[in-house]
């Protein structure tokens, strides 16, 4: 996707602080022939870039999600970097419908 400077598609990164973000940065799988630095994959295995944390109009932008709470871990132990797709779809499975039908109307 072009980078095309529209910060609407962009989170505030303000969240976490540098400590944080570079903590869960470490918790990316290394990938053989690449910067670590600036290279990792997600738990998924997507790619993400370092400078593209909260890009998500950036093919290899990335967020911080909190997949590990169900296992029991907490604070940054419970965060792990995902592809800013990944992260949506993480969102997107772990929430329910606010809206049911029920009888003829909407509750």
């Known amino acids: 996707m072009p980078d095309d400077g529209a910060p609407a598609s962009d989170f505030s990164a303000a969240a976490f602080d540098r400590a944080v973000i570079d903590a869960v940065w470490d918790g990316g799988v290394t990938i053989p022939g690449t910067d670590p630095a600036l290279w990792r994959k997600d738990r998924y295995g997507a790619w993400m870039h370092r400078l593209d944390y909260g890009r998500r109009h950036c093919d290899f932008g990335w967020e911080i999600g909190e997949e590990e709470r169900d296992r029991g871990l907490t604070g940054v132990e419970a965060l792990r970097p995902l592809h800013w797709r990944n992260y949506l779809d993480s969102v ?14 909407l509750v």
Do not use: M, Y
Not at 92 to 105: F, K
């Open 92 to 105: 997107a499975a772990g929430t329910r419908s606010r809206v049911q039908r029920r009888g003829g109307g």
